[in-house]
Nanobody, 123 residues
Framework: VQLQASGGGLVQTGGSLRLSCAAS????????MGWFRQAPEKEREFVAA????????YYKDSVKGRFTISRDNAKNTLYLQMNSLKPEDTAVYFC?????????????????WGQGTQVTVSS
């Protein structure tokens, strides 16, 4: 499976961006998908995840209430709506999928990763 993230860019503090992650080569409608990010000289960190049918979502505490993860299984695409962006949200954002656990309601290990898209929030 190939995951292609897009939608990053430069935005001012308080602005919004919507990231997309298009999957190809395999349908991911039955698998948990998620977003991670990595800031310069920092470890990659979990941002958000969504179960196969959208029934459950999980978020990093610092993005709750500002970010919304969603998916369109008909389009095999994952989204991350980011509002009220802060400079500390600046990072490369990656999408990922857990293709080892069919129709799981929980977040496990992610085994498929896309390339990142840069998000820069200016102060």
């Amino acid at each position: 499976v190939q995951l292609q993230a897009s939608g990053g860019g430069l935005v001012q503090t308080g602005g919004s961006l919507r990231l997309s992650c298009a999957a190809s080569g395999r349908t991911l409608s039955n698998y948990v998908m998620g977003w991670f990010r990595q800031a310069p000289e920092k470890e990659r960190e979990f941002v958000a995840a969504i179960t196969w049918n959208g029934g459950r979502t999980y978020y990093k505490d610092s993005v709750k209430g500002r970010f919304t993860i969603s998916r369109d299984n008909a389009k095999n695409t994952l989204y991350l709506q980011m509002n009220s962006l802060k400079p500390e949200d600046t990072a490369v954002y990656f999408c990922a999928a857990d293709t080892m656990n069919y129709q799981s309601d929980y977040v496990n290990e992610f085994d498929s990763w896309g390339q990142g898209t840069q998000v820069t929030v200016s102060s």
